[in-house]
């Protein structure tokens, strides 16, 4: 009984942490005999079991505490990356606003489900960028941005237009969940493949599927820009996206002033 009871805690005390081996020999020693050592073993065994399991939730919580940094690290190169692309892609875009036809009429389809035209707006300066819903970070940056130029303006003769180049995810119910995010008067228009297609041609908008094995689905490379229509459907101006808020209202300010 006396060996077994030794063999038993010797076993135990030789597997604890450091911490818990002076209590364990503490618990061995003071019983005034064998006989009653039996209710100690419990005593121990318990010691054990929860050095065991804090000894295990440590190295979770660790674990965990890895798996988030090297996750985050991973979403933020993805979304750097896709910044960068966007950037690289709204910068060769750029000089097609100083010679070439840009814009025209379209027939798309509002986030209410309407067919709408450019008569729609017709007599109004268009605040008109081009994104998807699914963007990580380019489109929502943008359209704050120009949400931001809104309530500096407070133009009513100025409708804001948010134009999906990703028909296919972003239909009228899914615009409407969206715009709704950054600002009242923003309106957002979807349509088919083919129309959709239309006015990127006619807008001179870069767009282009890609597939990523990283995240769920494909996201979509575009180019960056804010356009400046005139009521009449004439491109102004592009704003690309190192444009901030405050130069964007100052600059049209001064052109709605001049005309």
Same mark, same amino acid.
């Given at each position: 009984?006396? $060996? ?22 503490? +618990?061995?020693?003071?019983a005034p005999n064998f006989a009653e050592r039996?209710?100690f073993v419990k005593k121990i065994t318990f ?14 919580? $660790?674990?965990? &505490?890895?798996?988030? #940094?090297?996750?985050?690290? $991973? ?17 060769? #875009? ?14 798309? +389809?509002?986030? =209410?489900?309407? *067919? #709408?035209?450019?008569? =729609?707006?017709?007599?109004? @300066? ?10 990580? &970070?380019?489109?929502?940056? !943008? ?14 003769? $100025?409708?804001?237009?948010? /134009? ?21 008067? +923003? ?8 129309? /959709?297609?239309?006015?990127?041609? =006619? @807008? ?6 890609? *597939? ?23 491109? +102004?101006?592009? @704003?690309?996206?190192?444009?901030? &808020? !405050?130069? /964007? ?11």
């Open positions: 009984m006396q $060996i077994s009871f030794l063999v038993f805690l010797c076993v135990l005390v030789v597997n604890f942490p450091p911490a818990l081996r002076n209590s364990a020999f503490t +618990i061995s020693v003071s039996k209710g010691l054990y079991k929860s050095a065991m399991l804090k000894a295990r939730l440590k190295r979770t919580a $660790i674990l965990s &505490a890895i798996a988030l #940094v090297i996750g985050g690290g $991973i979403g933020f190169y993805q979304i750097q990356n896709e910044t960068a692309r966007v950037t690289q892609k709204a910068s060769s #875009v750029a000089p097609m606003a100083g010679g070439a036809q840009v814009g025209g009429g379209f027939a798309l +389809i509002d986030q =209410d489900g309407k *067919e #709408v035209t450019e008569n =729609d707006y017709a007599g109004r @300066y268009k605040l008109i960028f081009f994104g998807f819903t699914f963007c990580p &970070a380019v489109c929502p940056t !943008e359209l704050q941005k120009m949400a931001r130029v809104l309530d500096q303006l407070e133009n009513p003769n $100025i409708q804001p237009i948010f /134009i999906t180049v990703d028909p296919e995810r972003d239909t009228a119910q899914v615009m409407k969940g969206y715009v709704g995010q950054f600002h009242p008067d +923003i309106v957002g228009l979807t349509g088919s493949r083919e129309q /959709i297609d239309k006015v990127l041609a =006619d @807008y001179k908008v870069y767009a282009s599927k890609v *597939e990523n094995d990283m995240m769920d689905g494909y996201m979509m490379d575009h180019s960056a820009f804010i356009y400046l229509m005139s009521p009449n459907n004439a491109l +102004i101006t592009l @704003y690309p996206a190192q444009d901030t &808020a !405050e130069q /964007i209202a100052e600059d049209i300010k001064k052109r709605l002033n001049a005309s």
